[in-house]
């Protein structure tokens, strides 16, 4: 029976949509949001009955299969993947309900399109096929660009555009890869193809593999310097089309890297540690992309765009993590996932709120809102605060986490972790430069059907109202308790990543490295990290 909860995950969204598309434009936003509320019961249900800690994939489903070239429909999740599906399945519904206001033109073919995005990058995570894996990977374009070419701003066919080309160019290169991998070992299944890619091929074959995994995984996330899709893709998107890229379709690109190209091109059974001086290469970018997008994000004056180049930037620390290839940076890393989709999410949220009411996004024609809506101020700072780090609150744990595993990895090191620590304290300068304009200070609004006017407008939009709380407070609660509580997801995750591992610590074992303080001194600052 458990089995099965993997397929009802990805049938319900993909059946609903399916309805949704015939029902009547006033019945399919109820509709959309049933669904994905009962996609939401079904991975709830799944974390309920899930055995953490360890390191095997769980509700494993064997379905048809393609022997002539080795792969199947195959379905599975480990403690990684859960989180990651888990918060899919919380900002969708959240999303979902943001746009009852918002989408009224063709809303039938919108929630349609909402609900196929779902299921989609609901497979990305469940797949055990490297082949499905690819397959869901590319479907999640399709919805999204509809998305924001037909109910985005201005510039709307032009980002989607620009969105579709840069994601779909670098995935061909993944494509190839994946089919090399998977003649070459016979099989698609991706933990048969890491063992094989880890013990039977060539250092110049897993280079070339690397490359080609980095290609698509690198735009999706996006790096420095492929990131200059994103902005304008977030600026255009709908509300909830930037909600669900910022929360879930960047995560893609992560999840691919810490899922494929970390155990194939990244660690070997042999000496530990592949490719160092690659490493340092995209370390290096990484670096790069976390100081750099700060401060463009430092300049803007649109405030979605600000909080997009402040995704380029947080997605570095992301990736850092990850390149540590030690315990403290992957689970930060995969903490970070889930804590920037749940923070940048609510940012979006918020500041489509605002153009609700008022119609701008400009820093220069809003100013102290607190004064007229302070509810919607409580949230503003505290998701600001949140995507900051500030101790107490989720972002902190991630970023203290990626930072400490770059300064104690082997092949970064100290000068990493000290550069991408700069990216932190820029951080909070634009963010708080943000919130000290649009929210503090004297009362400034646009006064609605006049152009290029701002005034006091006391008769104007107010505050927001009971859905807009509701919509708001469940992601107010998870940043507060990932903030202050983040054990138990740390620990969960604990058996898989040791699993990814394996070689790492096997190669240490015979080949004793020497050991700095900051090693010695990480033992007893992560306590998650051990062994349950």
């Known amino acids: 029976m458990e089995s099965v909860l993997p397929v009802w995950l990805l049938l319900i969204p993909a059946a609903g949509a399916l309805v949704g598309a015939l029902l009547p434009a006033a019945a399919s936003r109820f509709w959309a949001l049933l669904v994905s509320l009962a996609t939401l019961a079904v ?67 919108y929630y349609a399109w909402m609900l196929l995005l779902l299921a989609a990058m609901l497979g990305v995570f469940v797949a055990r096929d490297l082949l499905l894996f690819y397959v869901f990977f590319e479907l999640t374009l399709i919805p999204m660009f509809f998305i924001i070419g037909v109910w985005g701003g201005p510039e709307r066919r032009y980002a989607a555009g620009k969105f579709f080309l840069f994601t779909f160019a670098g995935s061909i290169f993944t494509l190839a890869g994946a089919i090399y991998l998977g003649l070459h070992a016979g099989t698609f299944d991706i933990r048969q193809i890491i063992t094989f890619a880890q013990n039977d091929l060539t250092s110049t074959q897993r280079y070339w593999v690397l490359l080609a995994l980095l290609a698509g995984f690198a735009v999706k996330v996006p790096l420095f310097p492929v990131h200059t899709w994103l902005p304008l893709a977030h600026t255009e998107a709908p509300t909830a089309g930037s909600v669900i890229l910022a929360g879930v379709l960047l995560k893609l690109g992560t999840y691919g890297l810490l899922r494929l190209a970390v155990p194939i091109g990244m660690i070997e059974a042999a000496s530990g540690v592949a490719f160092p001086h690659a490493l340092r290469v995209i370390g290096i970018l990484c670096v790069v992309g976390v100081i750099y997008a700060a401060l463009v994000a430092w300049v803007q004056r649109d405030i979605k765009k600000l909080v997009a180049y402040s995704s380029v930037s947080h997605l570095g620390f992301c990736v850092l993590g990850l390149l540590a290839l030690n315990m403290h940076g992957i689970e930060g890393s995969v903490l970070y996932m889930v804590n920037h989709g749940l923070s940048t999410g609510a940012m979006f949220l918020v500041v489509g709120m605002i153009y609700d009411r008022y119609h701008t996004r400009e820093i220069d024609q809003l100013s102290g809102l607190a004064r007229k809506m302070p509810i919607l101020a409580f949230f503003f700072v505290l998701f600001s605060l949140s995507s900051i780090g500030l101790p107490g609150l989720n972002g902190f744990v991630s970023e203290f986490l990626t930072i400490l595993g770059a300064f104690t990895s082997e092949h970064l090191g100290v000068w990493f972790g000290a550069f991408a620590a700069v990216g932190v304290i820029l951080g909070a300068l634009y963010m708080l430069h943000m919130v000290a304009c649009v929210i503090f200070g004297p009362l400034k609004v646009p006064v609605l059907h006049e152009d290029n006017v701002t005034a006091v407008d006391e008769s104007g939009p107010g505050d927001i109202g009971g859905r807009e709380i509701g919509i708001l407070l469940p992601l107010a609660i998870a940043v507060v308790w990932l903030g202050v509580y983040p054990s138990p997801v740390l620990r969960s995750m604990n058996g898989a990543v040791r699993s990814m591992q394996q070689p790492l610590l096997s190669a240490k074992h015979t080949t004793p490295a020497p050991r700095t303080m900051f090693v010695r001194a990480s033992r007893h600052v992560h306590p998650a990290s051990e062994a349950p």
Do not use: K
């Open 43 to 109: 991975a709830v249900a799944m974390a309920c009955r899930f055995h953490y800690g360890g390191a095997l994939m769980q509700f494993n489903f064997d379905g048809f299969a393609l022997p002539q070239i080795g792969a199947s429909f195959s379905l599975g999740i480990d403690a990684i993947a859960l989180w990651l599906v888990l918060l899919t399945v919380l900002l969708t519904p959240l999303s979902v309900a943001a746009s009852f206001q918002s989408i009224q033109d063709r809303a039938r073919e």
